[in-house]
């Protein structure tokens, strides 16, 4: 891991924060992105010469106050959006247009409220034209795993968020992508089930090995997740600073309310405000900087 | 088209353009499919009970008061009457089921067509709008004395004017519903990299679907209205024509059935609607 990442953005023929130490395959480079959105009123300014790679299996998180453009970057990497400038490239490839090796989970679940959770799960399989028996050993497993056993045969309108957004992230990993793009998944939820679901994505990244890209806005939440927490300033979103979280795993939400977890989000707070990096002082003991 | 995504700032919480807030339903349909007409086997009993004491408390009534049967039959003379000579309504039952269901099948499949087109391209929807919405607010049973002079009185000036009831009431609130596009499914769908026929086939339409519905529920019944009106209007077979037929004869037992007839043939198409509704749209309450 990379110790420091003085600058507000870094701009080099190998992007920013590039942690190359561990020889990783790069999964995910994002070069010199921006992006203008065409609004009736003018112009939107979301992001401004974005520059990351993501090496395989990592979990990144990206934050940013609303309106930063991280919800912008996400789509870009996904393909469903073009960007202004630049551009985004998964396993050596450009991304154009939505890739099968990448997965996405919305904000909100978004389940279709015309099908069951079964047929929510096989949605991906229709559109694809995926045989999925196959899958439906996995399909099961996972099903098990996230505690939605029993569940198949009942519509979202009568399943709780947090059980919508599992049934989402079954959906999402049944096909089995590399790449996970996840939009402020949790967002909606309350803080305690907000809590587990962190639990859950922790576990079924540290079993799968996903490589995983997930924007919120929630401090606490990044830095539980992340391997890496990017901060964008706000709009246009530039890179203000990469964090990298040593933190050990498997984490826990005890680890929250450990001193060195505070002093990462009050140096992350302080990156949003001001838009950019300052060291605070460092705690006695074990803090990093 | 899956192209609108490409620029849509993603964030899905305020209701994509302006148009969508002013979602304009004629009917409820939240209304419609939570309240069921009995819930238990009391409320049933209550029901059925008022009805009764309804139609005996109108047949002891006009017995006392003593009202001449040109001016209101008695409720067991119609009862006598739809029974006894159901044998006569029957045939202009049927020649109106005909027309209707013909007339019915026509307009609501252009309706729903030119609905799923038209939302499709937003300049041609704004242009085609106000006519449709002429042809919504013309009362179409106007058309028919120039049809029939036109066409004779055969059935297809009554088809022609029910087509033309049912198409718009249709189109319009399909239209409605194929406006609503949830921008989140779209994305979802494309981003398992579906056509844009995919995402016709299967977030569009069924997202429109409870729209669709109740676009084809009011169609019925404004079909039914039209088909009678027509028979009325221009027409020597038909409930529309017996309805004149028997007021003119003072054959007032006949007339009410008939009217009975027509009252059941549009709570019939309630009743079915409201299942068919129940049955796909369910999600949308």
Redesign the interface.
């Known amino acids: 891991m990379v110790e420091t990442q003085p600058q507000r953005r870094t701009i080099g023929a190998n992007g920013a924060g590039a942690p190359e130490a561990d020889g990783r395959p790069i999964t995910m480079s994002v070069r010199h992105v921006s992006k203008h ?3 009736g009123t003018g112009s ?1 300014h ?1 992001l401004e010469d974005l520059s990351l790679e993501i090496p395989q299996g990592e979990f990144i998180c990206i934050l940013g106050p609303s309106g930063c453009g991280k ?2 970057l ?2 870009g990497m ?1 393909g ?3 960007m202004t400038a630049g551009e985004v490239i998964v396993n050596g490839t450009p991304v154009t ?4 090796e ?3 989970i ?3 679940a ?1 389940l ?3 099908r069951n959770l079964w047929q929510n799960i096989q ?2 399989f ?3 034209k995926l045989d999925p028996r196959p899958f439906e050993g996995r399909i099961r497993g996972l099903i098990d795993e996230v505690g939605l056993a029993g569940f198949e045969k009942k ?3 009568e399943l709780s968020g947090g059980m919508q957004q599992r049934a989402s992230i079954v959906r999402c990993l049944s096909y089995d992508p590399d790449v996970i793009l996840m ?1 402020e998944p949790f967002g909606a939820l309350d803080a305690f089930t907000r809590d587990e679901m962190n639990l859950l994505i922790q576990k079924i990244w540290m079993e799968t090995g996903k490589t995983i890209i997930f924007v919120t806005h929630n401090v606490s939440e990044a830095i539980f997740l992340a391997d890496r927490v990017v901060v964008l300033t706000p709009r246009p979103g530039r890179l203000a600073h990469i964090f990298p979280i040593d933190l050990p795993r498997p984490r826990t939400v005890d680890m929250t309310f450990e001193p060195e977890f505070i002093h990462v989000v009050k140096e992350i707070k302080n990156t949003i405000e001001t838009g950019r990096y300052t060291p605070l002082p460092k705690l006695t003991g074990a803090a990093r900087s | 088209m899956a192209s609108e995504l490409r620029e849509a700032i993603p964030t899905f919480n305020q209701p994509q353009g302006g148009e969508e807030s002013a979602d304009v339903d004629i009917t409820n349909w939240s209304a419609l499919t939570s309240t069921s007409f009995a819930r238990s086997w009391g409320e049933a009993v209550a029901i059925v009970a008022v009805a009764v004491v309804f139609v005996a408390g109108l047949e002891i009534l006009l017995r006392v008061a003593n009202v001449p049967a040109y001016t209101m039959p008695l409720p067991s003379e119609i009862g006598a009457a739809l029974f006894g000579n159901f044998g006569l309504f029957a045939p202009h039952l049927g020649v109106t089921l005909r027309v209707l269901a013909i007339g019915y099948a026509i307009g609501a499949v252009i309706g729903i067509v030119l609905a799923g087109l038209i939302t499709q391209f937003p300049f041609a929807e704004k242009i085609i709008t106000p006519y449709i919405l002429l042809l919504v607010t013309t009362p179409m049973i106007a058309l028919v004395p120039l049809l029939v002079q036109k066409m004779g009185f055969g059935p297809a000036p009554r088809i022609i004017a029910v087509s033309l009831a049912v198409g718009p009431m249709v189109m319009i609130n399909s239209a409605t519903g194929f406006r609503r596009t949830d921008l989140a499914k779209i994305a979802l769908a494309r981003s398992y990299g579906a056509t844009t026929m995919q995402i016709f086939r299967q977030v569009r339409f069924p997202l429109a679907l409870p729209m669709i519905i109740v676009g084809l529920m009011v169609g019925a019944i404004f079909g039914l209205l039209t088909a009678v009106g027509a028979e009325i209007v221009g027409s020597g077979e038909g409930l529309g024509n017996r309805l004149m037929f028997y007021s003119s004869r003072i054959q007032m037992a006949n007339f009410w059935a008939v009217i009975v007839i027509l009252a059941a043939m549009g709570i019939l198409i309630y009743v079915f609607f409201y299942w068919v509704g129940k049955r796909w749209a369910s999600w949308q309450a």
């Not at chain 1, 247009?97 to 099968?100: F, L, Y």
């Open positions: 959105y065409k609004t939107v979301a919800s912008t996400l789509w996904s469903l959006h073009d247009e939505p890739r099968p990448i997965g996405m919305f904000q909100d978004n279709l409220p015309w949605f991906p229709e559109i694809k519509m979202p309108r939009d």
